[in-house]
């Protein structure tokens, strides 16, 4: 079943004069979907309810939350040394 945009546009309007606001919105996504570039077989399948499922074994607040993730090839600085920082190189306190 291909839903062309002008059919789809009066669905939406049909179940928005039914009070169907539920599915007026489903065909207004189809729609956005559609003139964006999808095909009507995509924009039928598209998952547009703006939930997403909870990964398994993440639960409490903030578990939602995105991770940073460093580049790929990415090392981290090396720390500094402990019997060095603070010295200048012939071995006298920075700062004295």
């Known amino acids: ?32 979907l559609m003139r964006g570039g999808a095909t009507a077989s995509e924009a039928e399948h598209a998952d547009s309810a703006g939930l997403l499922r909870q990964q398994p074994g993440a639960m409490g607040l903030g578990t939602s939350q995105q991770r940073v993730a460093p580049p790929p090839g990415w090392q981290p600085p090396p720390k500094p040394d402990p019997m060095t920082s603070g010295r200048t190189s012939r071995g006298r306190r920075r700062g004295a």
């Not at 789809?8 to 956005?32: P, T, V, W």
């Open 1 to 32: 079943m291909t839903d062309t945009i002008e059919s789809l546009q009066q669905k939406m309007e049909a179940a928005a004069l039914a009070l169907d606001f539920e599915e007026a919105k489903r065909c207004r996504d189809r729609i956005s």
